[in-house]
C-alpha cells in the first residue's frame, strides 16, 4: 500500500495525517505551508526515540532556531511538574504564538506536548509526530491532551488540534512486541466499535501487523484513524457520540490507577483486560450474545493476547478497582457509565448504561470470569 494523507476536516479544524514509510522526510515542506510565520521551534521527545531520528530532524530544521527537550515519557512524569518544567524552557527562549511546538514520542509524549502547546500564550503552532503504534492509531488524533493526577489519568487537560500529524512506520521497527501490542489494542477496539469488515481484516492479518509488514502497518493505521475521526468529527469535545470511543475504557483506566501505572501492565493491555469486562458486563446486561464475545476471544487466542483481568489480580472479582472507576471522566453522577457493544461494528447509545456501585459489587464476581 501506497503512502496514505488523511484529512481531519470539520467547521473549526484542519489538517492532516500522513502515513507511511519514510513521510517524516516530508515535515519541512508542511511546516513552510501551514506555519509561515514560525522561526523558533521547540521538538519536546522521548528519551526513548533512537537518535537517528534526531539527527534527522537537526537535519530537516536547519533554517530554523531550534531546542530540543527531551524527557522520560512515563505516567510517573506525565503530570504538571512536567509540564511547568516545559512551559519554562519555551519561555525563557522567548517563543512567540506564531513559533512551533513538535512532540515526537508515543502517546504521553504528545499528550503532554499538546497540554503545553494549548496553554503557552494560549494557544502555540502544534505538530504531532506520533513513534509508537498506540499513538498513531489514537492519542494522535482527536486533539485529546493533558497530565494524571493522584485521583485519576487524564484528569487535567483540554482539547487541542495540532496543525499537523506525521505517522511514520518507520519508527515502529525498533518496536517490542509488547510495545506493538498496545497499538494493537486499540486498532481491534476501533474494529469492534465502528467496522465489522475491519475486524475480519484483522482475524486474517493481525499476524501481519505484528511482523510489521508495511503494508499491512498502514492499512491498520489508515483505518484505524478514519474510525477515529468519524467520531471525532460529530462529536470534538466528547459530550455524546464521541465517548464510545472509550470502549474497554472505564475499566483499564481504573486497572491502570490501581497498579499505579506501573511497568506490571501497559495501557494497551489494560485496554485488552477492559475490553473483556465491557464484553462481560454486555453479556450479563443481556445487550450482546456470549457467541459476538466468542469471535473477539478467538482473536485473542490466536494471537497469544491472553489478558484478563485476573492476570493481573489475585481477586475473582473486580471489588478493587470499584473505587477507581468513580473518578473516570464519563461519569457524571453516583453511577459508572459504560459503552457497552451489541454486536461487532455496534455498541449501544453512551449514557445508555449506567450501573450503580452497589449493583456494581454485586456482579463482580460475574464480571471477572474471563
Same mark, same amino acid.
Given at each position: 500500500?501506497?503512502?496514505?494523507?488523511?484529512?481531519?476536516?470539520?467547521?473549526?479544524? #484542519?489538517?492532516? *495525517?500522513? =502515513?507511511? +514509510? @519514510? $513521510?517524516?522526510?516530508?515535515?519541512? %515542506?508542511?511546516? !513552510?505551508?501551514?506555519?509561515?510565520?514560525?522561526? #523558533?521551534?521547540? *521538538?519536546? =521527545?522521548? +528519551? @526513548? $526515540?533512537?537518535?537517528?531520528?534526531? %539527527?534527522?530532524? !537537526?537535519?530537516?530544521?536547519?533554517?530554523?532556531?531550534?531546542?530540543?527537550?527531551?524527557?522520560?515519557? @512515563?505516567?510517573?512524569?506525565?503530570?504538571? %511538574?512536567?509540564?511547568?518544567?516545559?512551559?519554562?524552557?519555551?519561555?525563557?527562549?522567548?517563543?512567540?504564538?506564531?513559533?512551533?511546538?513538535?512532540?515526537?514520542?508515543?502517546?504521553?509524549?504528545?499528550?503532554?506536548?499538546?497540554?503545553?502547546?494549548?496553554?503557552?500564550?494560549?494557544?502555540?503552532?502544534?505538530?504531532?509526530?506520533?513513534?509508537?503504534?498506540?499513538?498513531?492509531?489514537?492519542?494522535?488524533?482527536?486533539?485529546?491532551?493533558?497530565?494524571?493526577?493522584?485521583?485519576?489519568?487524564?484528569?487535567?487537560?483540554?482539547?487541542?488540534?495540532?496543525?499537523?500529524?506525521?505517522?511514520?512506520?518507520?519508527?515502529?521497527?525498533?518496536?517490542?512486541?509488547?510495545?506493538?501490542?498496545?497499538?494493537?489494542?486499540?486498532?481491534?477496539?476501533?474494529?469492534?466499535?465502528?467496522?465489522?469488515?475491519?475486524?475480519?481484516?484483522?482475524?486474517?492479518?493481525?499476524?501481519?501487523?505484528?511482523?510489521?509488514?508495511?503494508?499491512?502497518?498502514?492499512?491498520?493505521?489508515?483505518?484505524?484513524?478514519?474510525?477515529?475521526?468519524?467520531?471525532?468529527?460529530?462529536?470534538?469535545?466528547?459530550?455524546?457520540?464521541?465517548?464510545?470511543?472509550?470502549?474497554?475504557?472505564?475499566?483499564?483506566?481504573?486497572?491502570?490507577?490501581?497498579?499505579?501505572?506501573?511497568?506490571?501492565?501497559?495501557?494497551?493491555?489494560?485496554?485488552?483486560?477492559?475490553?473483556?469486562?465491557?464484553?462481560?458486563?454486555?453479556?450479563?446486561?443481556?445487550?450482546?450474545?456470549?457467541?459476538?464475545?466468542?469471535?473477539?476471544?478467538?482473536?485473542?487466542?490466536?494471537?497469544?493476547?491472553?489478558?484478563?483481568?485476573?492476570?493481573?489480580?489475585?481477586?475473582?472479582?473486580?471489588?478493587?478497582?470499584?473505587?477507581?472507576?468513580?473518578?473516570?471522566?464519563?461519569?457524571?453522577?453516583?453511577?459508572?457509565?459504560?459503552?457497552?457493544?451489541?454486536?461487532?461494528?455496534?455498541?449501544?447509545?453512551?449514557?445508555?448504561?449506567?450501573?450503580?456501585?452497589?449493583?456494581?459489587?454485586?456482579?463482580?464476581?460475574?464480571?471477572?470470569?474471563?
Amino acid at each position: 500500500m501506497k503512502n496514505q494523507e488523511i484529512k481531519f476536516n470539520n467547521l473549526k479544524h #484542519k489538517y492532516s *495525517i500522513l =502515513i507511511g +514509510k @519514510n $513521510v517524516l522526510g516530508l515535515l519541512p %515542506k508542511k511546516i !513552510k505551508l501551514i506555519c509561515p510565520e514560525t522561526k #523558533k521551534i521547540a *521538538i519536546i =521527545i522521548d +528519551k @526513548n $526515540v533512537p537518535n537517528k531520528f534526531i %539527527k534527522t530532524l !537537526k537535519n530537516k530544521l536547519k533554517g530554523y532556531k531550534l531546542i530540543i527537550v527531551s524527557f522520560s515519557a @512515563n505516567e510517573k512524569f506525565k503530570c504538571l %511538574k512536567t509540564v511547568n518544567l516545559l512551559l519554562d524552557k519555551l519561555l525563557s527562549n522567548n517563543f512567540n504564538r506564531s513559533d512551533l511546538v513538535i512532540s515526537v514520542g508515543g502517546g504521553i509524549t504528545g499528550d503532554v506536548t499538546g497540554f503545553v502547546a494549548s496553554i503557552f500564550k494560549r494557544g502555540i503552532n502544534f505538530i504531532n509526530i506520533p513513534t509508537t503504534l498506540l499513538a498513531q492509531v489514537d492519542s494522535s488524533i482527536g486533539g485529546k491532551t493533558g497530565v494524571n493526577s493522584n485521583y485519576g489519568k487524564n484528569l487535567i487537560g483540554s482539547f487541542y488540534q495540532p496543525k499537523l500529524v506525521i505517522s511514520d512506520t518507520s519508527f515502529l521497527d525498533s518496536l517490542t512486541r509488547k510495545e506493538m501490542i498496545c497499538g494493537y489494542a486499540e486498532v481491534l477496539k476501533h474494529s469492534i466499535i465502528k467496522d465489522q469488515k475491519f475486524f475480519q481484516w484483522l482475524k486474517n492479518n493481525t499476524k501481519y501487523i505484528f511482523l510489521k509488514k508495511p503494508e499491512a502497518l498502514i492499512y491498520a493505521i489508515k483505518k484505524s484513524c478514519e474510525i477515529k475521526m468519524y467520531f471525532v468529527n460529530k462529536d470534538v469535545n466528547e459530550k455524546n457520540i464521541r465517548m464510545i470511543l472509550n470502549f474497554g475504557h472505564t475499566f483499564a483506566h481504573a486497572i491502570e490507577v490501581k497498579h499505579n501505572y506501573s511497568k506490571k501492565i501497559t495501557h494497551g493491555e489494560a485496554v485488552l483486560s477492559g475490553m473483556i469486562l465491557a464484553l462481560r458486563v454486555s453479556i450479563l446486561k443481556k445487550i450482546c450474545n456470549k457467541k459476538t464475545v466468542d469471535k473477539i476471544v478467538k482473536i485473542y487466542d490466536d494471537n497469544n493476547l491472553s489478558y484478563t483481568y485476573k492476570k493481573y489480580s489475585n481477586s475473582n472479582s473486580i471489588n478493587d478497582i470499584i473505587p477507581f472507576l468513580k473518578n473516570d471522566k464519563k461519569n457524571n453522577d453516583e453511577k459508572i457509565n459504560f459503552i457497552l457493544l451489541k454486536k461487532i461494528g455496534k455498541t449501544s447509545a453512551p449514557n445508555k448504561n449506567k450501573i450503580s456501585i452497589n449493583n456494581l459489587k454485586k456482579l463482580s464476581k460475574f464480571i471477572a470470569q474471563y
